[in-house]
């Protein structure tokens, strides 16, 4: 009993002192924010189909704040094929670094959409009724992104992953738009 007593005593011992005692791995930081692109979608036949993107410009928002006496060595931001470096000198020391990501349309996979913007034939946007005009798709593509943080004995990698939106707005079709102006 006191051989058990004591053994469950000296694991809990090294489970608190390895806990404690542990560096702060996590203290290095990486904030990743972008907008969510609008395209524009012509009215289409009703039922599920598969919708093309355009090229999409994503306007992000990052932050990278370095601990333990490190300081930000660079960021990697990948969308697709798409990639960007940025290094320490063009980083914003306070506040958020802000840069423009184009993605080629050949880089994107069709979307799967139903029921939105659709209309039968001889029939007008308008006619639709209460269909929404603008409908959020979330996370259609994800944007991973990296930070090295580097001090003088030292080095850390941080990593991110964000699910990237995109908007659909229907919108009318040109004769729907001539006949609305009659």
Known sequence: MFWTTSHCLGVIIFIVAATTSAPAAASD???VSANAPAVSVKPRSPGRSFME???????????????GGRQPKSVFLNVADTRRSLTADQLERDGATELTLEVPADQ??????EGFCTVTSGESVEA???APTVLNVFSALSAQASLLCEGANDQAMTYVSRGLDVSLVCEPA???????SE
């Open 174 to 180: 040109a004769e729907d738009m001539e006949s609305a």
């Open 53 to 67: 993107l355009p090229t999409l410009a994503f306007e992000f928002k990052i932050r990278a704040n370095c601990a």
């Open 29 to 31: 930081s990486l904030a």
């Open 108 to 113: 994107l996979a069709p979307i799967a959409v």
């Open 128 to 130: 639709v009724g209460d």
